[in-house]
């Protein structure tokens, strides 16, 4: 057995044919975001403010989703407690636990019990670290007027060698999944899978169950060598895969900005989003969308920027804060000049640092005054 589910009541009303349930992937470790994801699931981890997810099931609920379904398998026991049956959301949630990974498409063939939709009706389906403004809707259209079997959201890039891609016809009929190019003439096309989907029902139900499935090295290929209609919606809206501190940063950055769409942003969108019990001194500037977390410490003279100070961090006075993260709980020296840094849950850097592009900092280390600075040259 590979499920175990944790069910919560239907929200009253019953059901009817128009609703749009969906899957949300959330099982991954997020490896390539530690020390962000050591304590926290990478969907948990907050962007402007709130649980990256929450963005997602907030923009979802936009969409006319009212059933959720979150595929969950690393540090899963964090989810149900914060969002509950998703009543908050005006969602009506169901957590379901990989007690083994099977990829993506074992994890959507694993939660297949939980949906309600009948063998020809969609389902959406999004994973748990994409932050983007794809119009849902769209694509749910897309996939309703073409009759395709599977509808992928597409999005063009300008170097395409890092992803897998997906060339369509004049109709935008997928005709290929392509690995990685290598070479130029490998790149047929600009287009890549952006991760969101809407499904067949009855496609979810035809993936193997109980063992690992990729679904995009295995069930897209596997269901265009047999036939099945599948379809493209190119949306060139904003897109950006948060699976580094790097993006994850700035995905953080955009949604304060504006520049990335959520209605649970907790507050105008601007220069800087302060949560509601954080103190910042009168004279510390905080820019480029900056957030403070809630019960964190902005020091005299601090300046901040492009960054996200999480809950009951410090940031003594004059550090200086760039494209940053700062962990929970961590503590930054005065005069401190960290960018492009991670600072992991409960760590502490001493005064008079100076961390530079991809310095990592684990959970709980201590670095000690000055142990560590670089030229200005360098």
């Not at 083994?100 to 959507?108: K, M, Q």
């Not at 410490?297 to 004059?318: C, K, N, P, T």
Request: with cysteine; hydrophobic share 45%; proline share 7%.
């Amino acid at each position: 057995m590979y499920e175990v589910a944790y069910a919560v009541p239907a929200p009253a009303g019953s059901r009817d044919d128009t609703v749009t349930e969906a899957i949300l992937l959330v099982g991954g470790k997020g490896t390539r975001l530690r020390p962000l994801t050591v304590h926290t699931p990478k969907p948990m981890v907050p962007a402007a403010g709130v649980p990256f997810l929450t963005h997602q099931l907030a923009r979802a609920r936009a969409a006319g989703v009212e059933h959720i379904v979150l595929a969950t398998s690393y540090l899963a026991e964090v989810f149900e407690p914060y969002f509950g049956d998703g009543s908050s959301l005006g969602l009506h949630l169901e957590y379901v636990t990989e007690r083994e990974p099977l990829g993506t498409g074992g994890a959507i063939r694993n939660v297949a019990g939980r949906l309600r939709s009948g063998p020809d009706e969609p389902v959406l389906i999004f994973n748990g670290d994409i932050l983007t403004g794809l119009d849902i809707k769209a694509l749910v259209r897309t996939h309703e007027v073409s009759g395709a079997d599977v509808s992928l959201h597409l999005t063009r890039v300008e170097d395409p060698r890092a992803f897998g891609l997906v060339p369509t016809d004049a109709g935008g009929r997928v005709t290929a999944f392509l690995e990685k190019p290598q070479t130029p003439e490998e790149i047929v096309t600009d287009q890549i899978n952006a991760g969101a989907y809407v499904f067949r029902r009855s496609v979810i139900d035809s993936i193997p169950a109980g063992r690992p499935v990729s679904v995009e090295r295995e069930t897209f290929p596997d269901l265009l060598a047999s036939g099945a209609h599948l379809q493209g919606m190119v949306d060139s809206t904003y897109w950006l895969d948060l699976g580094t501190p790097q993006a994850f940063v700035r995905g953080s950055a955009d949604l304060v900005l504006g520049r990335a769409p959520s209605p649970a942003v907790p507050g105008r969108r601007g220069d800087r989003l302060i949560l509601p019990t954080a103190s910042v001194a009168p004279d510390a500037k905080l820019t480029g969308g900056t957030v403070v977390g809630e019960a964190a410490v902005i020091g005299e003279g601090a300046r901040v920027s492009g960054s996200v100070v999480l809950a009951g961090a410090v940031i003594e006075a004059g550090a200086v804060i760039t494209d940053s993260l700062v962990g929970a709980g961590a503590r930054v020296g005065a005069r401190t000049i960290l960018s492009g840094v991670v600072i992991g849950d409960g760590a502490v850097v001493g005064a008079d640092n100076e961390l530079r592009e991809g310095v990592r900092v684990w959970c709980d280390a201590v670095l000690p005054a000055a142990a560590l600075r670089f030229s200005s040259d360098a």
